[in-house]
C-alpha cells in the first residue's frame, strides 16, 4: 500500500510540473541567456514577473526591468521600449518584415453592470485594459488601448464596442503613412481590426509570417 501512494505522488507531482512549468528561454539586457523550466503564469502576471527552475530545481523569480525579452514553449514576450524611462513587456502574437503586433493586459476596477433580480445588490463585471502595440521595420512603436471584458462570453464583442474605430484613428494613419494603399483601405472602412492592418502590412513584399 505504501509504495502505490509513493507511485501516485510521484506521478501527480511529475504530471502537476508538466503543468505548471513550459520549457523556455530567458534573455537578459547584459546578454546572458538561461534555457530551462519557466513557469506558467496567469495572463496578467505573465506581464510583470516570471519563474524558472534554477539548475538546483529551485524555483527563481526575475523582476522584468532586467530582462529583454523571453520564451515560454510557443510563447514569445518582448520587452518593448516606448521612451527613455518607459519600458513593457508585451506578447509577440503576429510576426512579419514589415509590422510586427503586440499585446498586454492589465486589470482594472470592477464596473456596476447591472441589479440583480431583487433590485438590492449590485453585480459586478469584472474589466481589463488590452494595451495593443505596432512596432514597424524601423523599431517605431505605436501603442493602442483598448477597454475590454474579463475572461467572459462577451469579451470580444466589449472590446469591438469600446474600441475606436480605424479611418478615425489620426495616430495610427500616420503611423502608417508609408503604406498609403493600407491607409486608403482603412479609409474606405475595408480593414476594421488592427489584426488586419499588419497582414496587409507584411504582405506589401508579398511576404506574410505569422
Given at each position: 500500500?505504501?509504495?502505490?501512494?509513493?507511485?501516485?505522488?510521484?506521478?501527480?507531482?511529475?504530471?502537476?510540473?508538466?503543468?505548471?512549468?513550459?520549457?523556455?528561454?530567458?534573455?537578459?539586457?547584459?546578454?546572458?541567456?538561461?534555457?530551462?523550466?519557466?513557469?506558467?503564469?496567469?495572463?496578467?502576471?505573465?506581464?510583470?514577473?516570471?519563474?524558472?527552475?534554477?539548475?538546483?530545481?529551485?524555483?527563481?523569480?526575475?523582476?522584468?526591468?532586467?530582462?529583454?525579452?523571453?520564451?515560454?514553449?510557443?510563447?514569445?514576450?518582448e520587452t518593448l521600449i516606448l521612451s527613455s524611462q518607459n519600458y513593457v513587456l508585451a506578447k509577440?502574437?503576429?510576426?512579419?518584415?514589415?509590422?510586427?503586433?503586440?499585446?498586454?493586459?492589465?486589470?482594472?476596477?470592477?464596473?456596476?453592470?447591472?441589479?440583480?433580480?431583487?433590485?438590492?445588490?449590485?453585480?459586478?463585471?469584472?474589466?481589463?485594459?488590452?494595451?495593443?502595440?505596432?512596432?514597424?521595420?524601423?523599431?517605431?512603436?505605436?501603442?493602442?488601448?483598448?477597454?475590454?471584458?474579463?475572461?467572459?462570453?462577451?469579451?470580444?464583442?466589449?472590446?469591438?464596442?469600446?474600441?475606436?474605430?480605424?479611418?478615425?484613428?489620426?495616430?495610427?494613419?500616420?503611423?502608417?503613412?508609408?503604406?498609403?494603399?493600407?491607409?486608403?483601405?482603412?479609409?474606405?472602412?475595408?480593414?476594421?481590426?488592427?489584426?488586419?492592418?499588419?497582414?496587409?502590412?507584411?504582405?506589401?513584399?508579398?511576404?506574410?509570417?505569422?
Open positions: 500500500m505504501k509504495t502505490i501512494f509513493i507511485f501516485l505522488f510521484c506521478t501527480i507531482y511529475v504530471f502537476s510540473q508538466k503543468q505548471e512549468f513550459e520549457y523556455g528561454q530567458i534573455v537578459f539586457r547584459n546578454g546572458d541567456t538561461i534555457q530551462g523550466k519557466i513557469k506558467v503564469l496567469n495572463r496578467f502576471k505573465s506581464f510583470n514577473y516570471l519563474k524558472y527552475l534554477d539548475a538546483a530545481g529551485k524555483e527563481k523569480r526575475i523582476s522584468l526591468e532586467i530582462i529583454k525579452s523571453y520564451t515560454r514553449g510557443k510563447e514569445f514576450f509577440k502574437i503576429i510576426h512579419g518584415p514589415n509590422m510586427t503586433l503586440y499585446y498586454r493586459d492589465e486589470p482594472t476596477n470592477a464596473v456596476p453592470t447591472r441589479w440583480d433580480i431583487k433590485g438590492t445588490t449590485l453585480n459586478l463585471l469584472k474589466n481589463e485594459y488590452r494595451y495593443k502595440y505596432l512596432k514597424d521595420r524601423n523599431q517605431n512603436i505605436l501603442m493602442l488601448s483598448v477597454r475590454r471584458a474579463a475572461e467572459t462570453p462577451i469579451k470580444d464583442g466589449v472590446e469591438k464596442i469600446l474600441s475606436k474605430a480605424l479611418f478615425k484613428n489620426k495616430r495610427l494613419k500616420k503611423f502608417l503613412s508609408e503604406y498609403p494603399e493600407i491607409v486608403e483601405k482603412i479609409q474606405k472602412k475595408e480593414l476594421k481590426t488592427i489584426e488586419e492592418v499588419v497582414v496587409e502590412c507584411n504582405n506589401v513584399n508579398g511576404i506574410y509570417w505569422k
